[in-house]
Nanobody
Framework: QVQLVESGGGLVQAGGSLRLSCAAS????????MGWFRQAPGKERELLAFHTNYGHITYHKNSVEGRFTISRDDAKNTIYLQMRSLKPDDTAVYYCAAKRPGGSDYDSNTYNYWGQGTQVTVSS
């Protein structure tokens, strides 16, 4: 199995920056893609970004593109989410997820492994 460990969340003022990390261990060589999701209270989980291992395809949600950047360190089996110009609406629990091949990479239900989440709170 695969384990995902997230870190980097916290409290930040609007306009500030945070860098989230997610380290994968276990059978990480079987993974097709890793991504970042978030879920705010009362809202559905939303995809923010993903990166595929096979084709090195990177996707960012339009609403965060230019502020959020996903990156990957293959040697460390770790992905990152650099978040800049944070807004109060960015407040949510941020999740790292990974998947084996299959289904749409845009669908959270196709991701097989999930981190426990890290809270990001942006104050005004």
């Amino acid at each position: 199995q695969v384990q995902l460990v997230e870190s980097g969340g916290g409290l930040v003022q609007a306009g500030g920056s945070l860098r989230l990390s997610c380290a994968a261990s276990g059978r990480s060589s079987e993974l097709y893609a890793m991504g970042w999701f978030r879920q705010a209270p009362g809202k559905e989980r939303e995809l923010l970004a993903f990166h595929t291992n096979y084709g090195h395809i990177t996707y960012h949600k339009n609403s965060v593109e230019g502020r959020f950047t996903i990156s990957r360190d293959d040697a460390k089996n770790t992905i990152y989410l650099q978040m800049r110009s944070l807004k109060p609406d960015d407040t949510a629990v941020y999740y790292c997820a990974a998947k084996r091949p299959g289904g749409s990479d845009y669908d959270s239900n196709t991701y097989n492994y999930w981190g426990q989440g890290t809270q990001v709170t942006v104050s005004s």
